[in-house]
């Protein structure tokens, strides 16, 4: 069973930066593809990026270019650092844990955080 806890978020201004924290326990998510993703209000939640075991990350082109996923292995934690900010970011953020090495569908993930608000004003 893995438990992930997130961190960080909050208010911001258009252009600024966030960054979100995602920390595991339970089990060790080394081997884990590591997803984020968001859902707006009156939207359905949407796929944003992908940290797979290896290593190697894939973005959505909503974000791609100002989110960046990383990995701190010794605190077992991912990490989302926004850039460049818009107001169309706000949104629930959410990671999530898979045993798969790469999917961006929502059923593949077993474990989910609890969700961070981030607010971008305009």
């Known amino acids: 069973q893995v438990r992930l806890v997130e961190s960080g978020g909050g208010l911001t201004q258009a252009g600024g930066s966030l960054r979100l924290s995602c920390a595991a326990s339970?089990?060790?998510?080394?081997?884990?593809?590591m997803a984020w993703f968001r859902q707006a209000p009156g939207k359905e939640r949407e796929f944003i990026g992908i940290?797979?075991?290896?290593?190697?990350?894939y973005y959505a082109d909503s974000v791609k270019g100002r989110f960046t996923i990383a990995r701190d292995s010794a605190k077992n934690t991912v990490f989302l650092q926004m850039n460049s900010l818009k107001p169309e970011d706000t949104a629930s953020y959410y990671c999530?844990?898979?045993?798969?090495?790469?999917?961006?569908?929502?059923?593949?993930?077993?474990?989910w955080g609890q969700g961070n608000q981030v607010t971008v004003s305009s």
């Open positions: 940290s797979r075991s290896g290593g190697s990350t």
């Open positions: 999530a844990a898979s045993p798969r090495t790469y999917s961006v569908n929502e059923p593949d993930y077993n474990y």
């Open positions: 339970g089990r060790t998510v080394s081997s884990y593809a």
